[in-house]
C-alpha cells in the first residue's frame, strides 16, 4: 500500500495557500501517469459554490516522501467540475514553458512562534539585538530555528529536488533556500513541494512558516522576497552588453504586469530600504541589491554571459505565475 499525498493550491487572494489529503493506492508503481484524478471540496478552499463543490485533482508532479513510509508527494492542478483549468490553477496558465529558460528561485521565509506571534529568537516583549549578526550566523545568540532548517534540506534533498544551497537571513529568524530548476512549471514544482515539506515539519516543532514579504511591518527588519535569478540560451552565450540593456529595457514598459504577479503587499517591502527597489521605479545595474533587476558580477566578468536577478519577487508569490511572466517579457524582446 502506498500513501500518495495530493497538494494542491486554495483559491484564497490574494494568497494562495497549500492543501492536501492522503490517497491511499495497492500495488502503487511510483509513475505520475498511474496517479489517478482525485476531487475535492471545492466549496472549502473558495473554489466551488457549496451547490456544486466539486473540483478535480489531476496530478502533474511527483516525487518520494522522504518523511513517511511507503509514500509520495503529488503535485496537482486543480480543474473545475467541467475538467477545465480553475481560475486559481496559475500552473496551467502558463502560456510558453520554455525549457530554455533556468530559474533559480532563492525563497525566504521566517520561521514563527504561534505563541508569541513574533519571529523565532524574539523575545515576548520588545525586540532581539537590530540586523547585523543574523544573516549566515552561527551561533544560539543569533540563529534560530536550525533543526527545522536541517530538517528541511535533508527532506527536500532526499525527495529529489534541486535544492542549491541554505542560509540565514539578515532579520532574526530569517532564512532562505535556493532551487534551480528548468521550465516555469518545473520551477514552480519544485519551489512549491518544498514550501509543503516545509510547512509539514514546522508542525512538528510547534513552527509556523511565515511567507508574507513583511511580516515585522515598517520596521527595521528586512521583509522576505523571492528573487528570481532567470537565464535562456541568449542571455547564458550572446556575450553583448547591449542585448542585455535590450532585455533590461523591456521590462521597463510591464513594471505593472510583473508587479502584479510578484506577491502580495509588495508594496509594504518594495521601499527602497533594505536591499529593494522602490515598487515605483524600475532599475537595475551591475551588482546592485538596491536594484529592481541586479546583473550579477559574474555575468559581467563573464563577457556579459550568464544570467539577471529579478529582485522584486516576494516570499508570497506564485513561482508559477513569475517565471510565466518573466518567460513572456524576455521573449518580447526579438534580436
Ligand atoms: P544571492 O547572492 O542573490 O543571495 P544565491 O546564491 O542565493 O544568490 O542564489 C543565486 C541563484 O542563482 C541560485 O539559486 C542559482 O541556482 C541561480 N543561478 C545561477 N546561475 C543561473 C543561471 N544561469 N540561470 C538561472 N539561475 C541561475
Ligand atoms: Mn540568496
Ligand atoms: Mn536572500
Ligand atoms: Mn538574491
Known sequence: MAKLEYIWLDGYKPTQSLRSKTKIEGDFSGKLEDCPNWSFDGSSTEQAPG?????ILKPVFICPDPQRRDAYLVMCEVLDSKGEPHESNGR??????????????????????????????????????????????????NAFGRDIVEEHLDACLDAGLNVEGINAEVAAGQWEFQIFAKGAKEAGDQIWVARYLLERIGEKYGVSINWHCKPLGQLDWNG????ANFSNTLLRTVGSEDVYKQILEAFRPVVAEHIAVYGADNDQRLTGKHETASIHDYSYGVSDRGASIRIPLYTKQKGWKGYLEDRRPNSAADPYKVAARIIKTVKSVKI
Not at 451547490?51 to 473540483?55: L, N, V, Y
Open 51 to 55: 451547490g456544486s463543490s466539486d473540483c
Open 92 to 141: 496551467a496558465h502558463i502560456e510558453d514553458d520554455d525549457n530554455d529558460f533556468w530559474f533559480g528561485f532563492e525563497q525566504e521565509y521566517f520561521l514563527w512562534d504561534p505563541e508569541t506571534n513574533k519571529p523565532l529568537g524574539f523575545p515576548v516583549n520588545g525586540y532581539p539585538a537590530p540586523q547585523g549578526p543574523y544573516y549566515c550566523s552561527v551561533g544560539a545568540k
Open 224 to 227: 522576505s522576497g523571492m528573487h
